[in-house]
């Protein structure tokens, strides 16, 4: 059994949630939910960054961050699958690269608000971090990657990642000028069962 430090509302976690379930390793893991506010969580033992999501295969060094968890269920299960390592390799890496900058980005505002007491913030760098994801969306928006069919590469989980964040954090405001994006996630959805099996409910 692999250990999987997370929490329920991790984006990041999603991802590993996901790619788990479409390599059929999901009964090979065991979700521990991990406080990133806590000290003594074990966590920033086998992290020291104090982040989430990190993987414990047994007997083995923890692994983080979810890039490298994917990389390695990905090779757990035979490899080349959500990493191909065709022609379309880097289109993928640079897809998840954009998913997770959507992330950063979103995670930082959601952060701005959760750290810092309100006369303390800073609403120019807050725009800062939103026009980073308005720019990333409307990107995506001109350009939807195509969905491939099969197992979804970990640039698509990334970006299915980042768009099931935005409706948790944001109210799901992208969705009123972003309909290509929408068509996109419910395509992915309809494809992924594990994206609706891992949607956070408070
Ligand atoms: N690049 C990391 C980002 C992980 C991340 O930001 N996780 C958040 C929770 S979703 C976290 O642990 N935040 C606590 C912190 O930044 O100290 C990954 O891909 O796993």
Request: glycine fraction near 20%; proline fraction near 8%; aromatic fraction near 12%.
């Given at each position: 059994m692999m250990i999987l430090r997370s929490s329920a509302a991790s984006p990041f976690g999603r991802k590993v949630r996901i790619a788990a379930s479409v390599l059929g390793l999901a009964d090979h893991i065991t979700i521990v939910q991990a406080d990133?506010?806590?000290?003594?969580?074990?966590l920033r033992k086998e992290n020291p960054l104090g982040k989430l999501p990190v993987q414990v295969p047994e007997n083995k060094m923890p692994l983080y961050d979810s890039r490298v968890i994917l990389e390695y269920l990905d090779s757990v299960a035979?490899?080349?699958?959500?990493?191909?390592?065709?022609?379309r390799r880097f289109e993928v890496l640079t897809l998840q690269a954009l998913g997770d900058g959507i992330l950063d980005a979103s995670i930082l505002r959601v952060y701005e608000v959760r750290m810092r007491a309100e006369e303390k913030r800073e609403p120019s760098w807050v725009a800062y971090q939103a026009d980073k994801v308005a720019r990333a969306l409307a990107r995506l928006e001109s350009q939807p990657p195509a969905l491939t069919g099969g197992t979804p590469d970990a640039g698509r989980i990334a970006l299915a990642c980042a768009l099931g964040y935005q409706d948790l954090?944001?109210?799901?405001?992208?969705?009123e000028n972003h309909p290509k994006l929408v068509a996109w996630l419910d395509a992915f959805a309809k494809a992924v069962p594990a994206f609706e099996e891992t949607r956070f409910r408070a």
């Open positions: 990133t506010g806590n000290p003594d969580d074990l035979g490899g080349g699958k959500l990493f191909p390592t065709d022609a954090r944001f109210e799901g405001k992208w969705r």
